[in-house]
């Protein structure tokens, strides 16, 4: 017996079998197109109970009736077909297949050739997408429109009662142009009407397609009742526009507008937010972001970077309503810039501006020339140096400001060989001042140019020892890595050079062999320092995979540090005798850890700790646990982190799982972020709802505010199903989160081949 036919079969499945020799008959087990050949015909088949035929002029099929030529099929109780018209009119039970595409009615009257005619009262399901529906009558125009008058049109697949359906008075389907629209349409969900329209898009398939997106809805304790409704324009495969309209109750109408494009040799992104009139604070509100790259070719690029808002609370106030900020910034970067890369050579000429709100102290470059040479192993050495120079400004009146012409040569030899390593660098920094301004917070004496010339020289060493070992029945890799890293660099007194672009460096594992306490410019720490770093590592032998991590690392002070970032810091600030351990190991299927602990020596106390584990048994099931602690510095605003936070997605029933984080401050003793969430995902549609508490946190100097939102956001599959920003939301939230695939498997117009 002939095998059933598969659609989207390839290799070597897709191939006939001969069954009886080279020139006898061959088992197909998909069916397929085979292209006419120039000025051939295709073949009509007729098969029927009866058949009364007169030679050239027209055939009558009676009982189980059919008419087949190539992709189109009409089936019914008795069928006329006449040959000079090529029309073929059928009764009772009617079937047509176009294209893939199933109608089902009482009767129906269809040029075969032209893939043109009409059925009655038809039902009918479309092959791109599944959908279906019924309606008065329905137009086949030609083989890739269809016309429905006074029909219904759903993806679900329970056709007596579907969950979601939209009815028009009339449907355009475009199979060719990927479209269907729909004519004085009204979209129910559940039997309510959500929404109606004269005019409604939708795509037949997974492409891109201009449209609405999923609504999204929101209760917020500072915007109200808080509802937007996308619309998205795909104007060409490269670039693209999204209108967002917006009712907020308690603040007014907003539109936001999104632009998108990406050519060859530049792309960009283009979003305005405005506000006309916000109810709550009396005044226009907007916010603009431009990012532009190009590529000129031969190494010569170029970029603009433009943000700007009407005030500085805009971001929290007016965040899209499924895109929770838990903090926000004062600061808004205005950058454009030329860019060379070639070889050993790349060179940044920049203008940069800040926008601000408060008494920040980020300056402004304009502009700043920035040039990097690196050559590696020439003759067994490897050298470079970089060159800055820079113009700051601020928008403060009463603060340093002025240029800064900055040298950075450095050369090392380093020596690598099988098992071990050790690289010796020399590296110089001098730093040229020409002050214009001088503020009220520089030292006495402070003088407008002065030079600064620091040398460091650092010892790189390291060897790495393996050895196989049988740990609970596994086989294991075990490394051994011991590290020893000298730093020297001599005091030289900073106390004149204004902190232009300059902070403390954090203290972790990647900072241990880092030769400078600062990052920036305007600070070179003096040290006499070694870092002894121990790092043993267990890989699975089967696969490489890291199974687990042991660090343990002391950085010790020869000498205390003499420089500080500012001139009234203690010298405690700076000491980096510390000792910091850490771990991270995989202990059976989905489950991970990972703890490290800083303490100082030199300050004898805990300066941070992180712990925390993620679990993950299988597909949408995660739960992690973390536990964060750092002890209150200049960066932190002499505020301490002492968090606890803990996210899952867990599933709770059949198509329902819940998402959650709680992040919670034990210093404060109180609920810094919480975010508790429910998706239900069925065949044809999807609802997410979450609860929202966040933090705002405009400026160091000013308490944070805090605010609450609940939201709503509806997918109709086959529809509309690109995700608005729950979806990211859940993702920023909680590690490891994978939501339920919307993917479908392939059509062919010949999945409903009869």
């Known amino acids: 017996?002939?095998?059933?036919?598969?659609?989207?079969?390839?290799?070597?499945?897709?191939?006939?079998?001969?069954?009886?020799?080279?020139?006898?008959?061959?088992?197909?087990?998909?069916?397929?197109?085979?292209?006419?050949?120039?000025?051939?015909?295709?073949?009509?088949?007729?098969?029927?109970d009866s058949v009364t035929a007169t030679t050239d002029t027209d055939v009558s099929l009676k009982g189980?009736?059919?008419?087949?030529?190539?992709?189109?099929?009409?089936?019914?109780?008795?069928?006329?077909?006449?040959?000079?018209?090529?029309?073929?009119?059928?009764?009772?039970?009617?079937?047509?297949?176009?294209?893939?595409?199933?109608?089902?009615?009482?009767?129906?009257?269809?040029?075969?050739?032209?893939?043109?005619?009409?059925?009655?009262?038809?039902?009918?399901?479309?092959?791109?997408?599944?959908?279906?529906?019924?309606?008065?009558?329905?137009?086949?125009?030609?083989?890739?429109?269809?016309?429905?008058?006074?029909?219904?049109?759903?993806?679900?697949?329970?056709?007596?009662?579907?969950?979601?359906y939209l009815k028009a008075s009339e449907f355009d389907i475009d199979s060719g142009g990927d479209e269907g629209i729909a004519h004085n349409g009204v979209l129910f969900f559940q039997g309510v009407p959500l929404l109606a329209s004269p005019w409604l898009s939708f795509p037949l398939s997974g492409a891109r397609r201009s449209g609405l997106l999923p609504p999204t809805f929101s209760i917020s304790s500072t915007n109200g009742v808080d509802v937007a409704l996308p619309y998205y324009f795909n104007l060409a495969p490269n670039y693209d526009l999204t209108l967002t309209p917006r009712i907020m109750s308690k603040r007014g109408e907003m539109l936001t507008a999104d632009y998108?494009?990406?050519?060859?040799?530049?792309?960009?992104?283009?979003?305005?937010?405005?506000?006309?009139?916000?109810?709550?604070?009396n005044?226009?509100?907007?916010?603009?972001?431009?990012?532009?790259?190009?590529?000129?070719?031969?190494?010569?690029?170029?970029?603009?970077?433009?943000?700007?808002?009407?005030?500085?609370?805009?971001?929290?106030?007016?965040?899209?309503?499924?895109?929770?900020p838990t903090g926000s910034t004062t600061l808004y970067q205005q950058e454009a810039g030329l860019t060379y890369s070639n070889g050993p050579w790349s060179v940044l000429a920049r203008e940069q501006r800040w926008q601000a709100f408060t008494s920040d102290s980020t300056y402004n470059r304009e502009p700043q020339v920035n040039v990097k040479?690196?050559?590696?192993?020439?003759?067994?050495?490897?050298?470079?140096?970089?060159?800055?120079?820079?113009?700051?400004?601020?928008?403060?009146?009463?603060?340093?400001?002025?240029?800064?012409?900055?040298?950075?040569?450095?050369?090392?030899?380093?020596?690598?060989?099988?098992?071990?390593?050790?690289?010796?660098?020399?590296?110089?920094?001098?730093a040229a001042y020409d002050l214009t301004t001088i503020g009220s917070d520089a030292p006495a004496g402070q003088p407008k140019t002065f030079n600064v010339n620091v040398p460091t020289?650092?010892?790189?060493?390291?060897?790495?020892?393996?050895?196989?070992?049988?740990?609970?029945?596994?086989?294991?890799?075990?490394?051994?890595?011991?590290?020893?890293?000298?730093?020297?660099?001599?005091y030289r007194n900073q106390a004149y050079a204004p902190l232009f672009d300059t902070a403390t460096a954090d203290f972790g594992l990647a900072e241990l062999f880092m030769p400078n306490s600062f990052v920036g410019n305007d600070r070179v720490s003096d040290a006499n320092r070694v870092t002894a770093a121990l790092?043993?590592?267990?890989?699975?032998?089967?696969?490489?995979?890291?199974?687990?991590?042991?660090?343990?690392?002391?950085?010790?002070?020869?000498?205390?540090?003499?420089?500080?970032?500012?001139?009234?810091?203690?010298?405690?600030?700076?000491?980096?005798?510390?000792?910091?351990?850490?771990?991270?190991?995989?202990?059976?299927?989905?489950?991970?850890a990972e703890q490290a602990v800083e303490y100082s020596q030199a300050n004898h106390y805990l300066t941070n700790a992180e712990a925390g584990f993620g679990w993950s048994p299988a597909s949408r099931e995660v739960l992690n646990v973390a536990y964060r602690y750092t002890r209150a510095n200049t960066t932190l605003d002499y505020q301490p982190v002492n968090q606890f936070i803990v996210s899952e997605q867990w599933p709770l029933m059949h198509n329902v799982v819940s998402v959650a984080r709680v992040n919670y401050d034990m210093s404060a003793h109180r609920l810094i972020a919480g975010l508790l969430g429910l998706q239900y995902d069925a065949d044809c549609?999807?609802?997410?709802?979450?609860?929202?508490?966040?933090?705002?946190?405009?400026?160091?100097?000013?308490?944070?505010?805090?605010?609450?939102?609940?939201?709503?956001?509806?997918?109709?599959?086959?529809?509309?199903?690109?995700?608005?920003?729950?979806?990211?939301?859940?993702?920023?939230?909680?590690?490891?989160?994978?939501?339920?695939?919307?993917?479908?498997?392939?059509?062919?117009?010949?999945?409903?081949?009869?």
């Open 283 to 324: 005044t226009d509100r907007y916010s603009i972001a431009l990012k532009q790259n190009w590529n000129f070719g031969s190494g010569f690029g170029a970029y603009v970077n433009y943000n700007r808002v009407s005030d500085s609370t805009v971001v929290t106030d007016l965040a899209s309503g499924v895109a929770f």
């Open 535 to 592: 790092t043993t590592r267990f890989i699975d032998a089967t696969n490489g995979d890291e199974r687990s991590r042991f660090v343990l690392a002391e950085q010790y002070d020869f000498r205390t540090p003499r420089v500080t970032l500012n001139t009234d810091d203690a010298i405690g600030t700076v000491a980096r005798t510390s000792v910091i351990v850490g771990a991270s190991y995989k202990l059976g299927a989905g489950f991970s």
């Open 64 to 164: 189980h009736a059919q008419l087949r030529r190539y992709a189109s099929i009409v089936k019914g109780d008795a069928l006329h077909y006449d040959v000079d018209t090529d029309k073929v009119d059928a009764y009772g039970q009617v079937r047509l297949v176009d294209n893939g595409n199933v109608f089902d009615g009482p009767d129906a009257h269809f040029y075969v050739e032209a893939n043109e005619g009409y059925m009655s009262v038809p039902k009918y399901r479309f092959h791109l997408t599944g959908g279906w529906g019924s309606a008065q009558r329905v137009d086949l125009v030609d083989s890739e429109r269809t016309v429905v008058h006074h029909g219904t049109y759903s993806t679900c697949q329970c056709e007596s009662d579907p969950a979601w």
């Open 685 to 754: 549609w999807s609802l997410g709802v979450a609860f929202e508490k966040y933090t705002n946190a405009t400026s160091s100097t000013t308490s944070p505010s805090t605010g609450t939102r609940v939201l709503m956001q509806l997918q109709l599959k086959g529809f509309s199903q690109v995700d608005n920003g729950l979806l990211n939301q859940f993702r920023a939230n909680v590690p490891g989160y994978t939501p339920a695939t919307t993917e479908t498997e392939p059509t062919s117009r010949f999945s409903d081949y009869p």
């Open 260 to 281: 998108r494009y990406l050519q060859p040799n530049d792309s960009g992104t283009i979003s305005v937010a405005w506000l006309p009139h916000d109810a709550i604070t």
């Open 457 to 490: 020289f650092t010892l790189d060493s390291g060897m790495r020892f393996e050895r196989s070992v049988r740990l609970f029945g596994q086989s294991y890799i075990q490394t051994l890595e011991p590290r020893l890293f000298y730093v020297y660099t001599p």
């Open 1 to 48: 017996m002939p095998l059933a036919g598969h659609a989207q079969l390839v290799g070597a499945s897709a191939i006939p079998e001969p069954l009886d020799g080279v020139w006898g008959l061959r088992l197909d087990p998909q069916l397929t197109e085979q292209p006419l050949r120039p000025g051939d015909k295709p073949v009509t088949a007729a098969i029927a």
């Open 373 to 430: 040479y690196a050559r590696y192993n020439v003759g067994g050495f490897d050298f470079g140096a970089e060159a800055d120079a820079t113009r700051f400004t601020i928008s403060s009146a009463d603060a340093t400001q002025g240029s800064r012409f900055v040298f950075n040569p450095y050369i090392s030899y380093p020596i690598e060989r099988p098992g071990w390593f050790i690289t010796p660098k020399l590296a110089w920094h001098f």
